[in-house]
T-cell receptor
Framework: NAGVTQTPKFRVLKTGQSMTLLCAQDMNHEYMYWYRQDPGMGLRLIHYSVGEGTTAKGEVPDGYNVSRLKKQNFLLGLESAAPSQTSVYFC?????????????FGPGTRLTVL | RKEVEQDPGPFNVPEGATVAFNCTYSNSASQSFFWYRQDCRKEPKLLMSVYSSGNEDGRFTAQLNRASQYISLLIRDSKLSDSATYLCSGGGTSYGKLTFGQGTILTVHP
């Protein structure tokens, strides 16, 4: 049981390049989330998904797209990377939207955009 | 105003000390609250949920004050291993969405 995994762990991009971050969970969780974490800003929700085939915008969705084609995977795409997207990206999942459900986080992807 | 705010610290305390963090939230409709712990360059991990009646887990005690809209975390008998960033979070009424505070840095020294 690996929990939540993220690929890649590190990446350096040039401005304008594109990339996809992969999140996978093996806990059969319905809900998945993408956050970014910047110094002094805490965790901010980018997009989330409440089930296979569904996605929704979070607090800071601009410049990102997501897809949830399979229940266990949640992809985050950057179509044209900008230096402002330099951050640490965390994926998380939870079983449901119950008030007591824990969110489990992946180890993070450290992205630098030059 | 941020939906969830906490004092970023840093808090520097000696081993054995008692330390308390507060976190305020602005959305009175928030239903669920949590404290997460984050070690340097690692992912956040759930430390404890915060229940209306307050709850305790070993040296850790969490409290919720709905009237004043804040949650607190008390750590007794601090250990070196408690050094980390502590994130508070509050959730609304839909889709388990949590809003996180910016984190409070705790350093416990010998």
């Amino acid at each position: 049981n690996a929990g939540v995994t993220q690929t890649p762990k590190f990446r350096v991009l040039k401005t304008g390049q594109s990339m996809t971050l992969l999140c996978a969970q093996d806990m059969n969780h319905e809900y998945m989330y993408w956050y970014r974490q910047d110094p002094g800003m805490g965790l901010r929700l980018i997009h989330y998904s409440v089930g296979e085939g569904t996605t929704a915008k979070g607090e800071v969705p601009d410049g990102y797209n997501v897809s949830r084609l399979k229940k266990q995977n949640f992809l985050l795409g950057l179509e044209s990377a900008a230096p402002s997207q330099t951050s640490v990206y965390f994926c998380a999942s939870s079983y449901s939207n119950s008030f007591t459900d824990t969110q489990y986080f992946g180890p993070g992807t450290r992205l630098t955009v030059l | 105003r941020k939906e969830v705010e906490q004092d970023p610290g840093p808090f520097n305390v000696p081993e054995g000390a008692t330390v308390a963090f507060n976190c305020t939230y602005s959305n009175s409709a928030s239903q669920s609250f949590f404290w997460y712990r984050q070690d340097c360059r690692k992912e956040p991990k759930l430390l404890m949920s915060v229940y209306s009646s307050g709850n305790e887990d070993g040296r850790f005690t969490a409290q919720l004050n709905r009237a004043s809209q804040y949650i607190s975390l008390l750590i007794r008998d601090s250990k070196l291993s408690d050094s980390a960033t502590y994130l508070c979070s509050g959730g609304g009424t839909s889709y388990g969405k949590l809003t996180f505070g910016q984190g409070t840095i705790l350093t416990v020294h010998p």
